[in-house]
């Protein structure tokens, strides 16, 4: 069978909609199950059709322009015999004259799901899965795949339906074949991959699964208008020449200024602050100097072999200067300015002018309307916010936002404890994206862990590969911004009325293997712990709480983030029961209130939390400090200590009582590498996104 | 029809299952239609039956003991003539030897609902209601009604099913009548309270509802094993005695001590630390005085007609101690030990000891195991814990667990800037309970609104009414500890599978008028705005940020809480236009930034603000503010006078920046009465519990 002349005739002879029988031909070739079945135009035929299937049969008039059949009454179940068979043809031919019937085994019932494919112009052919029948609209349980894809990935977007539990023995039905299932899967995605130029969407609607397997009751191929060939590839060009980004051995400021408050004298100080070794040369027309440095008057009286500029001059003077720096051999160019096609038309044209620059030159360019990069272990950075001194750490940063190297990054600065190595203001990404970037990160000694701001992607399909192979080797977490924007697909097709852009982004990103985030507030925590603690070994918590309101609060949130809180071993209950009165029952989480008050707060926690860190069962440890002047503050060294003994089990503190006494511990904690958070609930999300970030790591490949 | 007779008998011959046309019976009566049918025992009654009814038909073998009759090949559908009939009947009966068969009109296809009866010991009566099918477990779209119930509530919780929209108009079907469905409902539920001593459970699976109305598919009663009646009362007892808790005009403890690190000093501290005007007498067996004041060594000792007594003293001694007060004619006591049946059975006996004392003596306890209560407008409170001078507020806490009145107070007094009026830290609630609590504190003119932490509700269908009643006048918001324990029910039906203790909780709390929140951290959110602001006269909010991800990732936020962020009027555009350079297209949520760094933070803010405060498309008002020290720190009155020229539009406000600026922006703002809050996210979160308590509030009678 010839899938692709089939389908290029048909759209040849302008179909839109490929007869059921057809599209069930196309997908049986490709190995899918479909009921047997015959397409007849008069009763004779159809007797015969009935006696090769069997009754009970199912009648279905093939009417080329419905979309939802069930909707107009074309199709017809439960034939039991030649009466029926006769009776129901008759009333079919008399809705739908001179339309062909397709007469069909009638199938068992089973678990319907539902999939499709995809044709989506940004991401290519993607696959739908989900539980199907009446309710996938009103319960929205799908996800998506980028095909082709690994068959662990069918199995993971399978299993992670709330209707798989539908499969694995349901109400007293045995466990179906999931094999049998994802087989069906594949093969439909293969067929996806192979007849991309041909189809704008294909539902099969339902997908039956029962102990015999899994077969396609209905299949709904939707033709282009007109062959046009897939992209399914986008190749990473190489990501080398970053390090003139980050570790520039010179540098030159075009724009640089003598105002304190313009962003053109502020990048110097930044640059200055930050102790940054390299050669940096400014330009101004004016000449002079600024902050002692020299001011050249123009690119052409700089010296040669210049690694890096930083364009920093109005949006519409930006190409000529670029112009001139690619001329003077500099290949590696930060633009500052905004007004690009971020504002409006004009800015559009002067950023296509940027673009044809950058082709001509074979230059690199972050940017433009971006507000800077760091790094840290080159004591550099091109943001022209006042930040000062930036406090150097293990953490990377990719952000689609002028937000990040500057007020956020202040508040980092004034507000955390912890430092960052690389950021990468993303701007208007004409040229460097986010695959380029995480590339980088994935390669850097100095970037432990990755966390990222996106509002869009470039390039899915070359970011689906980065990081596919860069989040098995180093966490990556991010938040995506925009994501409840309307469905921008027309809803012809099932799988398309599900496709909003973000259905698309949230498959591509646990396809990924990226721990996705919900809150701007969560970039922040996210960086500070992957800063200051080791992945745990799994999810298994436990925590200390001076009431038991807390434990019952927090172990409800446990629940709801994913996180287990088991039974502690014997030893470990012996242990904490030695430390409290008789009249608590001590247990996992713990109840430490009673034990401090005999005890003494520093001897209770110190016990109560080595004995927990030391179980074989508990991956976390987080004490909840009740600290108030009147009930004495210790010497919380202690803590630091137990984060120096047990390496591998995260310590993540949290807080009640007097605010002054809160904060005073909070500054003496997070120096010393013990992350500590203000709220109750945020070290158990931040715990929850280190699981989430474990988990896909150890994930089979 | 005598139902009661009908169920007393089948209980009397211990059936457990009534049989399924009985349960239909049953329910016709009520008022549901069930489809037409008849009981038949030979193929003879079964062609007449079908000569009734007419085909197709269905039939079901009337076996008694299966609960689901679909797992056992019970029910064949689609029997369209006497061929059919005569194969179908044989089968049965060779399935099911001497069964009678129920044969009837098949029923056309609509959509399935699932609605049910459940006695729960604690709850009383109630009815479930969701989406039905095989995925009823699967997706848990239910809700929960306490029945009787208002018409409206039948209407609201079908309506507040995803499932709803199956209902209005799906796939090209007609909209179906929603008033029949909600009549159907409350004729069932009026058997489930008229009936409510016979059955366990009631399922009807499906409800099916189609253009020719609602019908029940099947019945399936579950019978208790002996008749009980069930409580469908349990009247609020009065409630004014207890303004000799919070407005007591003279105090005595019982268990006064010198020792300063002790509850019975403690508590005698916060006393005099908070003023209070009324006569205080201490007691203890050494007599002696303390902190100044004289002490008294016995309860004899003392002048008769003291109002409140709180007694301090150990859990063991507390019994006797009751009974001397009670004795010397102290109506009310406050028992604030520790060591009763929240501890071991030991503790139980006494705790039972107490309850005896109070229905011998006619006397009222809050307790015991209480961290004690507050009443800032009286200037006094029974907390052990060291809090000092307490702020008074407008909102008042009923919290069942003694962090409330201990060390989450100390963070309000200490952390935020709101005060309070009353708190009840309810304890062991053996006489005292959140009910009685709720209507004090709902007739109290110095509550204006309410928050709640509660583990369980002690009189169910008591706290029902009165919430009812007290939601309309003032907001009442509670966190509910213990959600997500393991349903306490055994799945003998679908119904009971879905009746977890929380689901009954938050159906009731729907119901009642209450909001639910679910973070502890929240308890104290919910407290500072309902202090701060009026509630908002709709969900219409408008945001000023000072960043493009924080417009995208914020308005995110705002549809995941429910929040709308509208088009602005046509003048509102022109007047935030003028304020900002023409290169940012100004909206809604305002993108600020660009007209801060054009026209100064203060103006650019101020200006900003004010038109979205004007415009009639908004009722709420949330500036992000951008602060560091190098953009410059302006006056924060402008704020403050915005606030005071639209008090009837919340202005919450949060930051971004340098965490320095912010703690002291913060201190300017919070006392002047503007809350502020440290994450982006809170103010939206605290603006989400104000919109759904002004909803609750207009909601219809």
């Not at 977007?157 to 466990?175: E, S």
């Not at 690119?299 to 190409?319: C, F, M, N, Q, R």
């Not at 051999?329 to 633009?335: A, D, E, R, T």
Request: with cysteine; charged share 20%; glycine share 8%.
């Amino acid at each position: 069978m010839d899938v692709h002349k089939i389908l290029i005739q048909a759209i040849g002879e302008k179909w839109r909609l490929l007869p059921e029988d057809m599209g069930k031909a196309i997908v049986r070739h490709y190995g899918i199950n479909v009921p047997a079945g015959e397409r007849v135009t008069s009763f004779e035929e159809a007797q015969r059709a009935a006696s090769d299937q069997g009754y009970p049969l199912v009648i279905k008039a093939l009417v080329p322009e419905l979309i939802h059949k069930s909707d107009r009454d074309a199709v017809r179940v439960g034939i039991e015999n030649e009466t029926t068979l006769l009776k129901t043809t008759r009333e079919l031919w008399k809705l739908f004259p001179n339309t062909p019937l397709l007469v069909e085994q009638m199938v068992k019932p089973g678990v319907e799901l539902i999939t499709g494919l995809m044709n989506d112009e940004h991401f290519g052919p993607c696959l739908m899965i989900g539980t199907g029948g009446v309710f996938t609209e009103v319960f929205q349980d799908v996800d998506f795949l980028m095909i082709p894809a690994d068959r662990h990935d069918f199995l993971r977007v399978l299993t992670g339906l709330k209707g798989y539990k539908l499969l694995t023995g349901f109400r007293g039905k045995p466990p179906y074949d999931i094999g049998n299932v994802v087989d069906a899967l594949r093969s439909f995605a293969q067929f996806g991959v192979e007849a991309a130029g041909y189809y704008e969407t294909v539902d099969i609607n339902p997908l039956v699964v029962n102990e015999s397997g899994a077969k396609a009751l209905d299949v709904k191929i939707v033709l282009k208008p007109l062959f046009a060939p897939a992209t399914l590839d986008s190749p990473l060009p190489p990501t080398h020449y970053l390090h003139h980004f980050f570790a520039p051995e010179s540098v030159v400021i075009i724009g640089a200024s003598s105002a304190p408050t313009k962003p053109g004298n502020v990048v110097i100080r930044n640059i200055l602050a930050n102790g940054y070794e390299g050669k940096l040369y400014l330009v101004n027309p004016k000449g002079g100097d600024i902050l002692g440095l020299p001011v050249h008057p123009s690119v052409d009286s700089l010296p040669e072999g210049i690694d890096l500029a930083i364009i920093i001059i109005p949006a519409k003077e930006t190409p000529q200067a670029l112009r001139e720096v690619a001329s003077k051999g500099i290949k590696h160019v930060v633009l500052s300015a905004g007004g690009f096609a971020e504002v409006d038309e004009y800015g559009a044209q002067i950023q296509q002018e940027l673009t044809n620059i950058i082709q001509d030159k074979k230059i690199h360019v972050l940017g433009p309307n971006t507000s800077g990069h760091i790094s840290t272990p080159h004591k550099f950075t091109s943001s022209f916010f006042p930040l000062g001194k930036i406090r150097q750490g293990k953490v990377s940063y990719i952000a689609q936002t002028g937000n990040f190297a500057t007020h956020t990054m202040k508040y980092i600065l004034t507000g955390e404890g912890f430092g960052v190595s690389r950021v990468f203001g993303l701007g208007n990404k004409i040229d460097i994206e986010e695959s380029q970037a995480l590339q980088f990160l994935g390669d850097d000694p100095e970037t432990n862990a990755i966390v990222m701001y996106l509002e869009s992607i470039k390039y899915p399909r070359r970011f689906l590969k980065v990081a596919g192979e860069v989040t098995r080797r180093k966490p990556v977490v991010m938040l995506k911004g925009g994501s409840t924007e309307a469905g921008k697909h027309a809803a012809v097709a099932h799988t398309a009325a599900m496709a909003s852009e973000d259905s698309l982004v949230d498959g591509m990103l646990r396809q990924a293997g990226i721990v996705r985030i919900w809150d701007y507030t969560h970039l922040i925590l996210a960086g500070k712990v992957l800063s200051m603690v080791s992945l745990p070994k799994g999810n298994r918590v436990s925590f200390l709480a001076p009431s038991g309101a807390m434990l019952v609060v927090l172990s409800d949130l446990c629940t709801r983030l994913g996180l287990s809180v088991p039974d502690l071993e014997q030893e470990t209950l012996r242990r904490i029961q030695e430390i409290s009165p008789p009249y608590i029952r001590m247990r996992n989480p713990v109840d430490i209130w009673a034990s401090v008050s005999v005890k003494g707060i520093e001897f209770a926690y110190r016990e109560g939390m080595e004995a927990v860190l030391k179980d074989p069962n508990i991956d976390a440890v987080i004490p909840i400090l009740m600290l108030t002047r009147e009930t004495g503050m210790p010497n919380f060294d202690f803590i630091v200590d137990l984060m120096k003994k047990y390496p591998e089990k995260p310590i993540l503190a949290s807080f009640s009582g007097d605010k002054r006494c809160i904060d005073e511990c909070r500054e003496f904690l997070e120096p010393r590498g013990v992350p500590t958070f203000f709220e109750v609930e945020q070290p158990f999300e931040a715990l929850s996104i280190l699981v989430r970030c474990a988990k896909v790591m150890n994930r089979s490949k």
